[in-house]
């Protein structure tokens, strides 16, 4: 009996932390915009927000285009594929090449996507969301674009237009 | 006892999925009026009176969406989930009538037609 409730009990453990959320990403701008899609584990604010992962490469969304993320181990065969992330697991860092090896789940089931870096036309890139230690900041008006992070049902959705 | 457990969890793990089953219909032509009308409701979305307000950023489930500024979508959203041949009480069924589902749904309409794989040459 205690097995069976044990067992319960990790199977709503992990429904409750698994990375399901999707990141959505859509450009309406005229620019083709270069991000870093962040993931991380906020739920843990005393880990100092541990691990965090990040595509190592930043990804470009051309113009007038959108994308959705899922799972990062699933990121490869995505119409915008991305096939290096970096792990940052606290006292260690590491690069992932998804063609090699996927991610441990150990890792990708804590964390969930809170944040986007964009590169803006002008060259300088701007972070929208949720920080480690609290707050953040989800719109800005910078370097000929707007961009806004929101979440909708849980679900991170990241939007671009010109300024 | 272990029966009502083996159901609870069954539900849990059918809840957990119950978005899945939203259809998503691809539409070949970008230029039809609820993509448009769609793509212009995410436009105003950035202008300064609909972006979330001092108050919204204060609530505690924020950065979720506020429901003032789902109400602005959810029209847009409706359209274009219709446009692919859905019925509005359709929408209702499968999403239990959340506004958040609803335009998420609406976006995955919006996404299918315009990820980068789609204008390839």
Redesign the interface.
């Known amino acids: 009996m205690k097995n069976i409730i044990s067992l319960f009990l990790l199977c709503f453990n992990a429904l409750l932390f698994a990375q399901t959320n999707h990141f959505k990403i859509t450009n309406f701008s005229s620019h083709d915009i270069s991000f870093v899609a962040v993931s991380m584990n906020l739920s843990e604010p005393l880990m100092n927000c541990v691990p965090i992962i990040y595509n190592e490469i930043p990804a470009v969304l051309p113009a007038g285009h959108s994308i959705s993320y899922s799972q990062i181990n699933d990121s490869l065969v995505n119409d915008l594929p991305i096939r290096y992330w970096h792990l940052v697991g606290g006292s260690f860092e590491e690069t992932y090449d998804l063609t090699l090896a996927p991610l441990s789940t150990s890792d990708t089931d804590l964390v969930s996507w809170h944040q986007v870096i964009i590169y803006a036309p002008n060259g300088q890139d701007y972070t929208l969301g949720g920080g480690c230690m609290g707050g953040g900041i989800y719109n800005i008006t910078a370097g000929g674009i707007k961009a806004e992070l929101n979440l909708i049902s849980g679900v991170a959705d990241v939007v671009i237009t010109d300024d | ?2 029966k009502t ?1 083996l159901i ?2 069954g539900a ?2 059918f809840a ?1 999925c119950s978005n899945e089953s939203l259809a998503i219909t691809s539409q070949e032509n970008l230029q039809t009026d609820a993509m448009k009308n769609f ?1 212009q409701a ?2 105003n ?2 202008k300064p009176e609909n ?2 307000t001092p108050e919204e ?1 204060r609530m505690k489930n924020f ?3 506020s429901d003032r ?2 109400n602005l979508l959810l029209p847009a959203a409706k359209e274009l989930i219709q446009s692919t041949g859905i019925s509005d009480s359709h929408i209702n069924t499968e999403t239990s009538g ?1 506004k ?2 609803i ?2 749904w609406a ?2 309409i ?2 299918e037609n ?6 390839k040459n």
């Open positions: 006892m272990k457990i609870i969890a849990l793990f957990s793509r995410m436009i979305m950035s972006l979330a950023q950065p979720e969406m500024r789902k959340d958040g589902a335009i998420n976006l995955d919006y996404i315009t990820k980068p794989s789609k204008h």
